[in-house]
């Protein structure tokens, strides 16, 4: 199947489940957490691809198959044969086993078939890029069933690649300028243009104004202007991101240097935060695919003496190329 019908099925499929008993210690290698299961470390998925015989998943229902590093509570449901005690479930090739899950009772809209519920988060180190989420239906005597296996597609919240994790012919960005931190602090980011622009929460583009002062409507549509995604933890309020960047889809004309500053607005009672300042670029794979490569990355700290709100000189970082 192609990378672009594997996204293409990727919205309104999917599913998941997993069973009750001792929660194990989750250790960061896990690619989900499964709220309130039991996680089987060092051991296979019960089942296989292609079974004839025993117990199976009937239905699996999600809100979409598209997930993003991070995210939590991500909700699935389905129902499986009567003889099902337990649901497993793992994403193919990682983590340190599988989750289980027991399933609930008979639907009385569905004869001979219970339902199932799970509630499960998507870690932060789950690479972005297309993976296997594989379920199975568990009989009294820990039998597995034929394995379901669907396609989900895991995103990098922090740098926006127009879905080219998932599906390599979508063209990625030209350019991203991206800051990330460790604290729950409310850390801006302020870019100086080639043009002498500071770009930053109140003026989020790179477009320059008329004579008028104004950013004329066509600026804003030009893929070549470069766009401040948002105020990441304004007022301190978490918002899973921790993170902001300027994004190119298209190379601005002419190129040239710019400048990297990081301002800590409000240190949001944290005593310090550590950041980085990464740059991706588009990179052309092969004939109509491309992917986003890191092409440089700046770290640094900052104490909460240094917050400022707003009224301070920000902290310069970097200076990047873009050609």
Known sequence: ???AVRTATLIGILALAACTGEVSPVGVEEPIVVHGAALRRGEELPGAAELEEG??????ETTGGIWAQGQLDRTLQGRATEETWAIGVEIDGLGSGYWSLPVGALDPAFPGERVWAVELDVSGGLPPGLHTLRVVAIDEEGRGGAWSELDVCVTDPRVADNFNACDPTLPPPAAVIAVTWDEDVDLDLAIVTPDGKTVDARHPTTALPDDAGRIP???????????????????????????????????????????????LFDACAHASVRFAVTTYAREQTGEGEFRLVRTSQTTGALMSMAANGGAGSPLYVTAVEIP
């Open 217 to 263: 409507p066509e600026a804003l549509r030009d893929p070549t202007v470069g766009r401040l995604d948002g105020d990441s933890l304004a007022a301190c309020e978490p918002d899973g991101r921790n993170s902001e960047s300027l994004t190119f889809q298209e190379p601005p004309p002419g190129g040239g240097t710019y400048l990297v500053y990081v301002n």
């Open 1 to 3: 199947m192609s990378a």
């Open 55 to 60: 117990p199976r998943v009937t239905a699996i």
